[in-house]
């Protein structure tokens, strides 16, 4: 299956990737992923679930050098020092040598100096440890005080999105950027999947709601989403969204669904102030 590709710097990043955060032991699911043509695999330290993606990708047969693997960095190890232990105990769970990208995964809340984060995080891609580099749960403010700090460019901004989070000024600041706005909970955890809204299009199209909310995000340019789940025909499901088109007033009508409370990942005392 041919996936899309976003550029920024030079990353090419599968416009569709696979989520693992809450999958933990996912080896077969992983597998399974890689199999159905997956080749953008998201993961962080902090899901627990490194190891069972680098058993996956070992398992699936699928080389390496065509995966687009991320990972993460926690806001607890955002000190040089604990940074670059964390880089490389991601990389022996994974059992690599590299990643194609890494995060910040969330800001600092202990007022460690951005600067200090940065540069480990230029480090890492200087040491070969990732090829590209980002910032996830960032707001705009953040983001750009992370690109004037950071001695390499960053890539991609990853942030939460969907039809009930309203993201068109972090939209807008990523375009102006250069970065990729790469969305997690695409799907809304499942929360999309009882909206009469999405549901009245999907019937009409003949799609899934998934693949409906999937489309939206991927018409809208300079996203790439990576939605997340074990069943293996939602999985397949969740890659065929290129073959058809939302029209202007099914847009509008999605765009519509966004509300104040849609925001799902907002852990207190560790979420920057949304924009």
């Not at 030079?10 to 933990?24: H, R």
């Amino acid at each position: 299956m041919n996936i899309p590709a976003l550029s920024s710097r030079g990353a090419q990043i599968p416009a569709i990737g696979f989520g693992t955060s809450q999958l933990g032991d996912c080896g077969e699911i992983v597998a399974t992923a890689l199999k159905l043509g997956y080749r953008h695999i998201d993961t962080a330290w902090k899901y627990g679930s490194e190891k069972g993606v680098g058993e996956g990708i070992r398992a699936s047969g699928v080389p390496r050098k065509e995966i687009f693997l991320c990972t993460k960095v926690s806001h607890e190890y955002l000190r040089a020092a604990d940074f670059a232990k964390s880089v490389d105990e991601s990389l022996k769970n994974l059992g690599v040598d590299y990643v194609d990208l890494l995060h910040v995964h969330w800001p600092s809340t202990d007022n460690i100096p951005l600067a200090e984060t940065m540069g480990a995080l230029a480090r890492a891609k200087r040491e070969g440890k990732t090829r590209h580099i980002g910032v996830a749960n960032f707001n705009i403010a953040l983001t750009e005080e992370a690109m004037r700090a950071c001695p390499e460019p960053l890539v991609t901004l990853q942030a939460e999105y969907h039809p009930y989070l309203d993201q068109s000024k972090v939209l807008a600041f990523c375009r102006k950027a250069g970065l990729i706005f790469t969305a997690y909970c695409p799907l809304g955890r499942g929360r999309l999947f009882k909206d009469p809204v999405i549901a009245e299009i999907a019937r009409h199209k003949g799609k899934t709601i998934a693949q409906v909310a999937l489309r939206w995000l991927m018409q809208q340019g300079n996203i790439a989403a990576i939605p997340r789940s074990s069943n293996p025909r939602h999985m397949a499901e969740s890659l065929d969204v290129f073959n058809f088109l939302l029209t202007g007033d099914e847009m509008r009508r999605i765009h519509a669904l966004a509300r104040p409370d849609g925001r799902i990942a907002n852990p207190k005392g560790r979420a920057p102030a949304w924009d």
